[in-house]
């Protein structure tokens, strides 16, 4: 299983990015999928994950801002990022709690991080 996120990039503050992370291989089923980010020097945190009843949940710091969304079909979890701050600057990172044909326990798995660099 590869999870695989794209969309980062240099933005001013007050803009928007839009992230996406696809899982691939041998997926059998996903229960969530979310996004951390890791600021230099700072711990990994969670800011958004997705269940499979729909809705999303935020941390404090992006809640109104950023918006999770899934494709269920394509294994896809998106990250909608408005009104960018140039504290939300960091490297994200999505996950998946999931589990393959091969290996019917569920684990998580992550992604590489993608670079989201907000200028003042």
């Known amino acids: 299983v590869q999870l695989q996120a794209y969309g980062g990039g240099l933005v001013q503050a007050g803009g928007y990015l839009t992230l996406s992370c696809a899982a691939s291989?041998?997926?059998?089923?996903?229960?969530?999928m979310g996004w951390h980010r890791q600021a230099p020097g700072k711990q990994r945190e969670l800011i958004a994950f997705?269940?499979?009843?729909?809705?999303?949940n935020y941390a404090d710091s992006v809640k109104g801002r950023f918006t999770i969304s899934r494709d269920y079909a394509n294994n896809t979890v998106y990250l909608q990022m408005t009104s960018l701050k140039p504290e939300d600057t960091a490297a994200y990172y999505c996950?998946?709690?999931?589990?393959?044909?091969?290996?019917?326990?569920?684990?998580?798995?992550w992604g590489q991080g993608t670079l989201v660099t907000v200028s003042s």
């Open positions: 996950n998946a709690f999931l589990n393959t044909y091969d290996d019917r326990d569920f684990r998580r798995y």
């Open positions: 997705i269940s499979n009843y729909g809705g999303g």
């Open positions: 291989g041998s997926v059998h089923s996903i229960k969530n």
